[in-house]
C-alpha cells in the first residue's frame, strides 16, 4: 500500500483532449474540462497538490516521457477516459509505468463508468473510478497521505497485489452541488483555452439528466448510484452566480457565456430563479442546450430577454418513428416545428444536433433529417455520426444486429458496417447536412408547382443511383481540411476578427417585435 507518510499527495490529472488522430500541432490550449476543473478545487482544497496535463495531439512515446518528467514528481496519475481515446490511454499508462514504476495510477470518466471491468484490467491501472471522483479522489489522497488502507473507498476498484480486483459499493452522488468549491479553472492554461481566445467561458452549472435517451450513457450512468432519484441536479441559483462571478473576475476579458448543461431548461423552478438573477447581476450573451418537449414560449421569450442570442437542441433524427422506438424521444414532427417557431420569432438563432449513421437507419431516413431541419429553418446544424457507447442501449442494438466490427471500431470513421446505409453514404450525408438543407428550405419556401419538382430533383441528387459518394466526400475532406485551417488561422492570429464574423452569422435579427 503506497502513502506519503503526512505529506500532501501530489496528483498529475492527465487529459487526452484531442479527437483527430493525425492531428500534431494546435495553436490553443485545447478545451475545458468541469469535471477535472472540479476534482482539482476539492483536492487543493484539503492541501493537495495537482498539475494538468493537457494532451493536444496524440503524443508520441518519447514526447509523453519527457512531458511527463518535465511536470515533476507524483504520487497518484490519474487519467480521464473516453471511449474513444481508450485505445491511446492504454499507451499512455504503460509509458506511465514504465517511467515512473511506483506511481499509482487511477483511471475515471464515463468510460470506466460504462465499463469499469474492461479498464481495471488494463495491465498498470492500480484503480478505477465509478460515477462521480471529488469525494472518492479525496478519500484516496487522505487516507494515502495518514497511511491509511484505502483499499475500502467507495466508488473505487482495486487491483490487489494478488492480482484479484475488489469492487467497493459506488457511494452515493453529492445531491447538493454548493457544496463544491468553485472549480480551479486556473488548473488549465485558461486565457490560451479554444474557446477562452474568442472570449467565451463554457460553463456547466448542472450534473446529470433525467431522461433515457438510448444512445446516451446517462441512463447507465445514474444506476450505479443508490440515490439514482437524485441524478439530475443544478448548483442553486445564487451559487450559480457566485460560479460565473469568480470566472468573471479571474478572466475580465469574457465577454460570452457558452453553458453547456444538458439540459438548461430541466428544471422549470430553477430556471425562473437563475434567469431573473443573471439577467440582472451578469447580462452577457449566451447559449445553452435545450429540450422540444419541456419548452414554452413564455421560456423563449424570457431567454432572450436574458442574452441568449443561441439555442442548441437535440433533433438527431428527422424520422419521428426512429425518434420514438429507437432513440426513446418522444418528440412529434409537429412539436418540433411548432417550437422552432418561437425561436425565429425572437430572433434567437437555431443550433439542431443530428445524428447520422445510427442503426437500421437508410440513406432514406437520414434525408428525412434533412428535410426536417429544412422545414424548421434551422441556422446552424451539426451532423454528428453515431458512435456506440458500451453499456447504452443503442450499443446492445448495434452489437445484437451484427452491425459492430470485429476489431478496433474506434478508428473508424463510420463505426457501424450496415449493408443498407454504407459508410461512403453515411460519410455524404455528413459532409453535405447543410448545403441540402439550405436548399431544401428553398424548396419548401416555393409555390408548390415549383417548389415540389424541386424537391424531386434534390432527392435524386441525395439517394439517385448514380451520385458519386466517394468522389464527394473526397472533395469535402479537402475543403473541410482548408476551413479547419482558416478557422484556426482566425482564432489564434486574428481572434477580434473571427469574434467579428461569429456575430455576423450568429446574431439576427427578431422577424417580428417581441411585446414589451
Known amino acids: 500500500m503506497k502513502t506519503t507518510n503526512g505529506r500532501p499527495v501530489r496528483v498529475l490529472l492527465v487529459y487526452p483532449d484531442y479527437t483527430d488522430r493525425d492531428q500534431k500541432y494546435r495553436g490553443t490550449g485545447g478545451n475545458y474540462s468541469e469535471g477535472l ?70 483511471c475515471g470518466g464515463y468510460h470506466c463508468t460504462l465499463v469499469p471491468d474492461e479498464v481495471i484490467a488494463v495491465d498498470g491501472v492500480d484503480c478505477v473510478c465509478v460515477g462521480e471522483g471529488e469525494l472518492a479522489q479525496l478519500e ?25 480486483i475488489k469492487k467497493n459499493p459506488v457511494r452515493p452522488l453529492l445531491e447538493n452541488l454548493d457544496e ?92 425562473d430563479k437563475f434567469i431573473e438573477l443573471y439577467k440582472k447581476e451578469i447580462g452577457l450573451p449566451c447559449t445553452g442546450n435545450i429540450r ?36 426513446r424521444r418522444y418528440q412529434t414532427d409537429e412539436m418540433i416545428i411548432r417550437c422552432s417557431e418561437w425561436f425565429h420569432k425572437y430572433g434567437i438563432t437555431q443550433l439542431t444536433y443530428n445524428i447520422i449513421g445510427l442503426p437500421h437507419e437508410d440513406i432514406h431516413k437520414a434525408l428525412k433529417t434533412i428535410k426536417l431541419n429544412a422545414k424548421i429553418k434551422s441556422d446552424r446544424v451539426i451532423p454528428n455520426i453515431f458512435y456506440p457507447y458500451e453499456g447504452t442501449p443503442l450499443y446492445d442494438i448495434s452489437k445484437q444486429a451484427g452491425f459492430i466490427p470485429e476489431g478496433d471500431y474506434t478508428k473508424r470513421r463510420v463505426p457501424l458496417v450496415q449493408p443498407q446505409f454504407p ?10 447536412f447543410m448545403f441540402f438543407v439550405k436548399r ?41 481540411a482548408m476551413r ?17 464574423l461569429r456575430k455576423i452569422k450568429n446574431y439576427k435579427r427578431a422577424k417580428t417585435k417581441v411585446e414589451s
Open 423 to 432: 459508410e461512403e453514404q453515411v460519410l455524404f450525408i455528413e459532409a453535405y
Open 440 to 480: 431544401y428550405r428553398r424548396a419548401f419556401s416555393l409555390p408548390p408547382a415549383i417548389g415540389k419538382p424541386y424537391e424531386r430533383l434534390l432527392d435524386k441528387c441525395v439517394t439517385g443511383k448514380y451520385v458519386p459518394y466517394r468522389f464527394l466526400v473526397k472533395l469535402h475532406d479537402g475543403y473541410a
Open 140 to 164: 484516496l489522497c487522505d487516507k494515502m497521505r495518514d497511511g491509511i488502507d484505502y483499499t475500502d473507498t467507495q466508488s473505487l476498484y482495486f487491483k490487489l497485489p494478488d492480482g484479484t
Open 292 to 327: 422540444f418537449d419541456i419548452l414554452t414560449e413564455d421560456t423563449v421569450r424570457r431567454m432572450k430577454e436574458a442574452g441568449f442570442y443561441t439555442i442548441d437542441m437535440g433533433l438527431e433524427s428527422g424520422d419521428q418513428e426512429m425518434r420514438f422506438k429507437l432513440l
Open 37 to 106: 476543473a472540479s476534482i482539482s478545487a476539492v483536492l487543493k482544497r484539503a492541501g493537495h497538490q495537482v498539475k494538468l496535463m493537457h494532451l493536444l495531439y496524440l503524443y508520441s512515446e518519447e514526447e509523453y516521457k519527457r512531458k511527463l518528467r518535465e511536470l515533476g514528481e507524483f504520487d497518484i496519475v490519474g487519467f480521464t477516459v473516453r471511449t474513444t481515446a481508450f485505445p491511446d490511454v492504454k499507451e499512455y499508462i504503460r509509458w506511465t509505468r514504465e517511467a515512473c514504476p511506483d506511481v499509482f495510477i487511477i
Open 180 to 271: 463544491l468549491p468553485i472549480p480551479d479553472f486556473e488548473l488549465f492554461d485558461y486565457p490560451n483555452l479554444e474557446h477562452s481566445k474568442v472570449g467565451t467561458a463554457i460553463v456547466v452549472l448542472s450534473r446529470g439528466c433525467f431522461y433515457n435517451c438510448t444512445y446516451c450513457g446517462n441512463g447507465n450512468f445514474r444506476k450505479v448510484y443508490p440515490n439514482k432519484k437524485h441524478y439530475a441536479r443544478f448548483r442553486s441559483p445564487e451559487n450559480s452566480i457566485l460560479y460565473l462571478k469568480t470566472l468573471l473576475e479571474k478572466y475580465p476579458f469574457i465577454n460570452t457565456i457558452n453553458f453547456r448543461d444538458a439540459i438548461f431548461n430541466m428544471f422549470p423552478d430553477w430556471f
Open 484 to 500: 479547419n485551417r482558416a478557422k484556426g488561422f482566425l482564432i489564434n492570429r486574428l481572434p477580434k476578427l473571427y469574434v467579428a
